[in-house]
Each structure stands twice: as structure tokens, then as C-alpha cells.
């Protein structure tokens, strides 16, 4: 059974920064992975995705804030957050795509005005 382990969420003011980290029990190296979150009373939606070769790809409302990376090596994938809004406000999820679509448990991130 892959596990994700999401860090690194919490309270921040706004224009302010933070890195969430997504750690898997697995390698990743082949893998697409992407970072989704969902606020309250609002459907799950994607953020980012980096395919296996680091491709990024972004959603527009995050582009130019937000940055997705990965380290294969640590099994790791990354999203740095800048310029947070209150509208960033969510709980954040990692995603793993393989034969089977795996979830981690999800890390809050709270954007203050």
C-alpha cells in the first residue's frame, strides 16, 4: 500500500509564502504526481502536476505564484506558494498516479487578510 504524507501546510498572512512537501513510501520516479486542494463547500480541484520527466503544468489561478517540483531521489514532490490570497485558503492533497490513483491524507493551508 503507497502512502503520502503531506507537511508543511498552516496559517499564513497574505503575500506571505509556504512549502508543502509530499512524501511517499514508494518511488516516484515514474510516476506523474500533482498537488489538488479543496476549500470548504467546494469540489476537490487541481493545483499542479509534474509529470515522471518534471514536466509542470499549472492551473491559471495559481500560475505565476506557485511552483511544483519533485525529487526522485527522496521520493518527494514539492509545492512552493507565494503571494498566498485568502482565496488560497484550502486543504491541500498530494496525488500519485500509478495503476491505482493514491491520496494523502491532506495538510491545511489557511491565507489570513
Do not use: H
Amino acid at each position: 500500500q503507497v502512502q503520502l504524507v503531506e507537511s508543511g501546510g498552516g496559517l499564513v498572512q497574505a503575500g506571505g509564502s509556504l512549502r508543502l512537501s509530499c512524501a511517499a513510501s514508494t518511488s516516484i520516479f515514474s510516476n506523474a504526481m500533482g498537488w489538488y486542494r479543496q476549500a470548504p463547500g467546494k469540489q476537490r480541484e487541481l493545483v499542479a502536476t509534474v509529470a515522471s520527466g518534471g514536466a509542470p503544468d499549472y492551473a491559471e489561478s495559481v500560475k505565476g505564484r506557485f511552483t511544483i517540483s519533485r525529487d526522485n531521489a527522496k521520493n518527494t514532490v514539492y509545492l512552493q506558494m507565494s503571494s498566498l490570497q485568502p482565496e488560497d485558503t484550502a486543504v491541500y492533497y498530494c496525488r500519485l498516479w500509478a495503476r491505482t490513483t493514491y491520496w494523502g491524507q491532506g495538510t491545511q493551508v489557511t491565507v489570513s487578510s
